[in-house]
């Protein structure tokens, strides 16, 4: 395992909901390495999403520290936020958030047009399986179809790190693993880091370490030494 | 419950349902103050033309015998029939530079309801054969006079001192022009004087007729059968003009400004409710869209569906409810202030402003029709929605193709931000239409405005700066000589040059069409009064044969070519004569005919006849020519251009406020339709834009989306309000046009540039609140939620 490219340290998160304050995450630090898979799992509400949209440079911190090689993303303002996410952050979604109207290709070339150094959108594609697909309207595919397009347009913006929220929420086993299998290989070939939020505790097993949340708090981090390929996990 | 449901909703959206309020309100506005202000109108005209026994008909001839009046009674038709001298004179203000005239029209005190009996306002009865007058109020204020002032004039040559007695106002002064050229009225240089017969035949002792008749009609009588008979027994005595009320100037304006108004407070009201109930409308369409699922649970619950709907439905109600009562009350305050406007340039008593319940219900009940049936289509659905159909999600958007990707030239030269815009164009067809017609009126009624601007300024600027350039023109009493008036002039000090010219009062004759105008005999090497064509080139009067303005021409159905039969009184001889057409001219005041003064003079058989003269005059010498002429009785008005040109100034100026509340109208709607709009499309794909902003996109080209999609509405429906703005004025055009002045159809340049500011401005202005609103979306809450 290489170097950290992001470092946390007593990340905090409060939201105001009328006169309730509701700590979201408390006192979270860890670092994540270049190149590595990390899975966090945790029950509904333990802060999961809010982990990962504040490491995604989506929402700010209410305290801590957050540095991104070096960089303090606790100090950016929404315009930094923005070109970080831009320049350094995919994101995969559980429910895909593709554009309606667009192509599947067009999906894919709408990030790659705004990176600094994309991947090619038609190998992207073709990577995922869905060369023949291109000119298809995601209402044209099926679910594991437009979660593979979305896993594409993230990637080509060749991201450092991929940021995905239950990427296989909506998906059947079958499914499910091709896109496992997809991430895995992102990670091995561009040596990316990978961030994983699941409720399923045997995606886990692909991960290098696991992050366990409870209640907004990180309770405990298992590193797993033998992490499995994608084709052996069952569920 | 409902009732905070609503409320908590209605803020959820306030920045769409404000601007329906808003335009309702301006709606309500216009039709409670204008229909206000045209029932006040319209009822004091009324009793004002039926208590003062206002004429049916209007003579001016060159002199009749006050003995031959009484007998035209006895033609058909005729009700009554009056004689009168009508004078104007000058008035001697030595404290004022600028001439001032009085009308004085004779009147018989003991005579019972006379025909245009002049109403007093203040003041004693007139005396018979004392130089006692009634003065009109407008005149009587603009020159702050007082009861029993008295006023100096010339008369005949002679200075006469009249004494105010009274102040009075009649049915055929209410708008009072002195010339019908001049639009506006200017009470401080021009108004009436009533004065007892007995008197004026003091102050004009040679005269010992009539010079015109007023007569009314018996009910159901054909004007056109009076007046054939009329013209028959008139002939001898020199008819210069017979027309009816219709054409007569003060009515004639104060009819057309009545037109105006009920046009205008019934278009703008329907116009503003329309566009307020589409985006009512489409506002709540989107909100049951949004609230499917609350109307599954709502349904699931055991509401039914007619109550669900009445609650979407009071909605439309609220909105409708509040900018009615807003706009009707705004408007009832309104109407006095716009009613004081009116007084200014009318001359009607009992007009004051007034409060009207009947128009203040109807105005309510106008706005809770247009947004209860706004809220009904928007909410309709709610009734077809079975409940566990409402708690599934709706089905997905399909993305299509459209037809601009076959033209791939273009298609690749989009962004893939491009790309989505135009694709989204045909997501909501409907909706689309809307923005496209919204900014097409938006863009026309600036631009139409704009253009009258333009062309009021180019009617009247024209007329004074390019067209006549004397400094002075001064018309003669009666006809005179050439020659002496020539010599006589031209050794006046300051003096520089003389031009003569004729105006001669014609009956043009094409078949059974005919047109009252005048004639005009100009001189062929003249440079004082200019024909000009379109382009401002000059063209020389003709020896022989006419030229006639396009609305002459058009009234006649005169083309070149066309052989006219001219009458006139100053004919000599055989009072008519056949001359042709031989151009035809643009023209926007009046109508008139042009011919070569010395060709005019031989089809008159009147050799060295010329009615008045223009001046090229030092400055400062113009005061020493009017206190020479003023006294002569062979001078009926001196006119100075500069006058004539700064009055048109500050009517223009006056004209210009008009213009800005019309632009502002424009920006309102065009605003209001952009910014709903937008509103609606960024909650509805809010979730869209929110993941392009986590892809990393910056608001601003998130932004540029919606925007980028709105202006391919925006531009070519300007495009299209370009024509659109030039139908509007060839109906504004048609309709404004009379014999006093012609509006040409034609739309500048410079108000179509005007236009596309004002409609892009508001374009922009919706647009950038609508970027405050994507600034403000909450990545975070937009995407947790799924589809």
Known sequence: MNDPILVAENLQKFYQMGEVTVKALKDASFELMEGEVVAVLGPSGSGKSTLLNIIGGMDKLSGGKLYYKGTPLHQADTKQLTYYRRNEVGFVFQFYNLMPNLTALENINLSVQISQNPLSAEEMLEQVGLSDRGDHFPSQLSGGEQQRIALARALAKNPQMLLCDEPTGALDFKTSIQVLKLLKSFSDIYNKTIVIITHNTAIAQIAHRVFYLKDGRLDRIEKNENPLPPEKVTW | ?787
């Open chain 2, 1 to 787: 419950m409902f009732y905070r449901k609503m409320i908590r909703d209605l803020k959820e959206n306030k920045g769409a349902y404000l601007a329906c309020i808003v335009i309702i309100t301006l709606g309500l506005l216009v039709f409670t103050a204008f229909s206000t202000m045209v029932e006040t109108l319209q009822t004091s005209q009324q009793s004002f033309y039926e208590n003062q026994n206002f004429a049916d008909g209007f003579v001016q001839v060159k002199a009749i015998p006050r003995d031959e009046v009484k007998k035209l009674k006895d033609i058909e038709g005729i009700k009554e029939i009056q004689g009168r001298l009508v004078k104007e004179v000058m008035v001697l203000k030595p404290e004022s530079k600028k001439n001032v005239y009085l009308r004085l029209v004779s009147v018989e005190p003991g005579r019972e309801n006379p025909i245009n009996a002049a109403f007093l306002n203040a003041g004693n009865p007139l005396e018979d054969k004392a130089m006692n007058i009634w003065i009109d109020n407008k005149f009587f204020e603009a020159n702050n006079h007082n009861l029993n002032d008295e006023i100096e004039v010339i008369a005949s040559g002679k200075k006469r001192k009249l004494s105010i007695v009274g102040v009075a106002s009649s049915p055929e002064f209410i708008y009072s022009l002195r010339t019908a050229a001049d639009l506006y009225p200017s009470p401080e240089t021009f108004g009436i004087a009533f004065v007892p017969l007995s008197s004026m035949k003091k102050l004009f002792p040679d005269e010992k007729t009539f010079n015109e008749l007023v007569f009314t009609m018996k009910p159901d009588t054909d004007f056109d059968k009076v007046k054939t008979k009329l013209e028959v027994k008139l002939k001898p005595y020199g008819l210069k003009s017979l027309i009816p009320r219709d054409e007569q100037i003060s009515h004639l304006l104060l009819s057309e400004e009545l037109k105006g108004l009920v046009a205008m407070s019934k278009a703008m009201p329907i116009m503003f409710l329309s566009i307020a109930a589409v985006i009512l409308y489409i506002t709540l369409k989107r909100l049951i869209e949004q609230q499917r699922g609350q109307i599954g649970i709502l349904k699931a619950d055991g509401y039914t569906s007619q109550e669900i709907l009445f609650h979407y439905m009071s909605y439309a109600l609220v909105i409708g409810l509040a900018g009615g009562l807003l706009g009707v009350v705004a408007g009832a305050f309104l109407s006095y202030p716009l009613t004081s406007i009116f007084q200014v340039f009318f001359n009607l008593p009992g007009l004051e402003g007034r409060f009207s319940w009947y128009l203040i219900i109807l105005g309510i009940a106008l706005s809770l029709i247009f947004s209860v049936l706004a809220g009904y289509q928007g909410s309709k659905k709610v009734l077809a929605l079975e409940p566990a159909q409402a708690l599934r999600p709706p089905a997905p958007i399909g993305g299509k193709r459209v037809f601009l990707e076959k033209i791939r030239i273009i298609w690749e030269l989009l962004s893939v931000q491009g790309m989505m815009a135009v694709r989204n164009l045909t997501r909501n067809k409907g909706r689309s239409l809307f923005i496209f017609l919204g900014i097409m009126f938006c863009f026309a009624i600036s631009g139409f405005t704009w253009s009258m601007n333009d062309l009021m300024q180019k009617m009247m600027f024209d007329q004074y700066e390019r067209v006549e350039v004397y400094d002075v023109k001064m018309s003669f009493a009666s006809p005179m000589n050439q020659k002496s008036m020539i010599r006589e002039l031209t050794a006046i000090p300051g003096v520089s040059h003389v031009e003569t010219m004729a105006e001669v009062p014609v009956t043009l004759k094409n078949q059974w069409r005919k047109k009252d105008a005048v004639l005009f005999g100009l001189s062929e090497t003249g440079r004082l009064y200019n024909i000009l064509d379109d382009n401002y080139n000059k063209i020389s009067p003709p020896k022989s044969g006419l030229l006639l303005s396009e609305r002459l021409a058009k009234l006649l159905d005169a083309k070149v070519g066309t052989k006219l039969n001219v009458e006139s009184p100053m004919k000599a001889g055989e009072k008519d004569g056949v001359l042709e057409v031989v151009g035809i001219i643009p023209q926007y005041t009046g109508i008139n005919a042009y011919m070569e003064l010395g060709g005019l003079q031989d089809f008159l058989k009147q050799k060295g006849l010329v009615t008045s003269c223009m001046l090229n005059i030092d400055k400062g010498e113009v005061a020493s020519l009017r206190d020479k002429y003023m006294y002569t009785d062979t001078i009926s008005s001196i006119d100075e251009r500069n006058q004539k040109l700064d009055m048109f100034k500050e009517m223009m100026a006056s004209y210009g406020s008009m213009i800005y509340i019309y632009a502002l109208i424009s920006v309102i709607i065009g605003f209001a339709i952009i910014y709903s709009s937008s509103v609606i499309t960024l909650s509805e794909r809010s979730r869209e834009l929110a993941s392009m902003m986590v892809l990393g996109m910056t608001p601003q080209e998130v932004l540029s989306v919606v925007t980028f999609e709105q202006w391919c509405i925006g531009v070519p429906a300007m495009l299209i309000g370009m024509p659109m703005s030039k139908i509007f004025m060839a109906g504004m055009s048609s309709a404004m046009s009379t014999d006093i002045y012609t509006v040409p159809e034609r739309i500048t340049f410079s108000s179509l540039l005007m236009a596309f500011v004002v409609t892009g401005a508001s374009i922009w202005v919706a647009q950038r609140a609508a970027a405050r609103k994507i600034r403000s979306l909450s990545l975070v809450e937009v995407l947790k939620a799924g589809e």
